[in-house]
Each structure stands twice: as C-alpha cells, then as structure tokens.
C-alpha cells in the first residue's frame, strides 16, 4: 500500500471507528526541526479546542514490516486521544490572552537554512547561521515539556512584537529551563565517537557540555554570554563552541587547541551518526571575553 492510501485508510478507519462521536478527525503535515516532514492525525472532540498528535510516519514503516494493520493503527490513535485529550498542561486561553501567555514564552535555536519551511510561517531572529523560534512552554514536575510554535498570526493576534518576544524568551527560557555545564567525562567517552585521528589531538583537552537542565533544544544556551564570561574566566581561556546538536553544545578552552579544521571535521563526523532533527551545525563557533561570539578563522 502506498503511502498516501495508507493516511487516508487510517483516517477512514478512525473515522468509522468513531461513528456517531461528533468527532472529527483531521490530517495535517507539520514540520518540525530543520524541515523534518511529519503527517499527523488528530481528533477534535465536540466543544475541544486542542487534542494529541500523533504521527503516522512511523506507523507506516510498521505497516510495510506487516507489524502493524491499518485497523491496528486506528485503534492506537483512539486509545491514545482518550488518554491524552484532557492532560494538555497550559490554559488554552494562552493563544487568545498574551498576558496569560508572555511567562511561557521561550526560544530554541535552529539551523536557518536547514528550516526555511518552518521559519516561514514563524516570527524568528536570526543570528550567524542560526535562528531563534519562539515558543510557549510549559515544563511539567516530571520534566515533561509541552511546547506550541508561535506563528506569525500568533503574533499579530497578541498584537506585539518579534521585539517583545525577544525580550521575554530571553528571560523565561533561562527562568523555566535553566542551564548547566557538565564536564563531558563525566558522561560519555569521547572515543566512542571521534576517530583515532582526531582522538589523539582532541581526546586529552577538557569538554563541557552546556544545556538547558532537561537537555532536551537547549544549543541556545551558546548565546547566554555572561555565563559564558564567567565560565572563560574560570579557564582563564576563550572558549570554542562546538554545536553538537540542537539540545546542547560543547565548550572547549581556545587556549589549548587551534586545529578548527579538525573541529571542523569532528562535527561533521557526529553529524553523520545523528538524526536529521538533531543537527544544529556544521562548523564552530568562538567565544572571545573580547569580542564575544563570533566565526573564528579557519587554521
């Protein structure tokens, strides 16, 4: 069965499934980080101004495997909805009010050219290669995190400006997610994912990561830049910043490493092993106590 059948069986089957519900069941195509395509199907119960999305793609792939049965599916998507359709976090009054929204309002940092579809329809600011989306968040007490795109019409509803959430994303994506540093070996073995080559240069020279304390879109710490002038003070070094994916990135003291092309090179071989969705970059970036943040030249 090809794919487009295979949407418009499970919307049918849904559909029947739910016979007389005054549901309506719905497919959209969204696109999440860096233009990664998605075919959802929601259900919008009597009276429900919101309702869980679940995508199909991965159901598809089940499908193809003969693991999985378009009425299998259906049954999935029900079962999901009625689980899910009344724990929905934030007040939904959040998309008409502005004043009950503005202390949600948060950013991620994205790959500019990597998500020209996405930024299309969102107010965004760019910065070097990368671009800043805005966001209402809401962290639940188990770290679960529930986020809604602000687009364009959001905006002009509210009636403010790209300025305005700017100014609050800065504030409340620190105050809601906060931000850590982490000695990299504490966590992860390095050789794992360097080759030998870049290993022997690399492996001996302290790493950080930085991230928000979920870890979960938190690369736009690498533009809290007091922090970063206080961590720089206490290596007594600048610092590069290797954009390891959009969930964090890693710090290096400058003073004690000046191959960038083998930087370079590192990050387009973790590139290589990470999703789509994950990649931030593809090359580093410098924090001088200076001159702040900046593209430093190639060695």
Known sequence: MKYTDFITAVKECVESK????????????????????????????????CSPTVYLNDFYDMHQSSSLSVEEAADIIIRINRENKDQIPYDMKMLDDFESARKHITYKLVNTALNSLVIK??????????????YITVVTEGNGVYSSKITWQLMEKWNITEEILYELAEQNTRDILGVEIININDIIDMSSILNKDINKD???????????????CGANVMFYTDILNEFSKSLNSDLYIIPSSVHEVILLPADNYHN????????????????????????????????????PKAS
Not at 121 to 134: G, K, T, V
Not at 265 to 294: A, C, T, W
């Open 260 to 295: 960038i092309d083998y930087m370079n090179k590192m990050i387009e071989q973790v590139n290589d092993q990470i999703d789509l969705p994950d990649i931030l970059s593809d090359h580093i970036y410098l924090f001088s106590r200076e001159e702040g943040i900046k593209w």
């Open 121 to 134: 329809d969102a107010p965004h600011r760019e910065i070097f290669d990368l671009s800043f989306l805005y």
């Open 202 to 216: 690399i492996s001996s020279i302290p790493m950080f990561i930085m991230s928000n304390r979920i870890r979960n």
């Open 18 to 49: 739910l016979n007389g519900s005054e549901s309506e069941v719905r497919i959209n195509k969204v696109f999440k980080v860096n233009d990664t395509e998605l075919d959802g199907i929601s259900i919008f119960n009597k009276n429900c101004l």
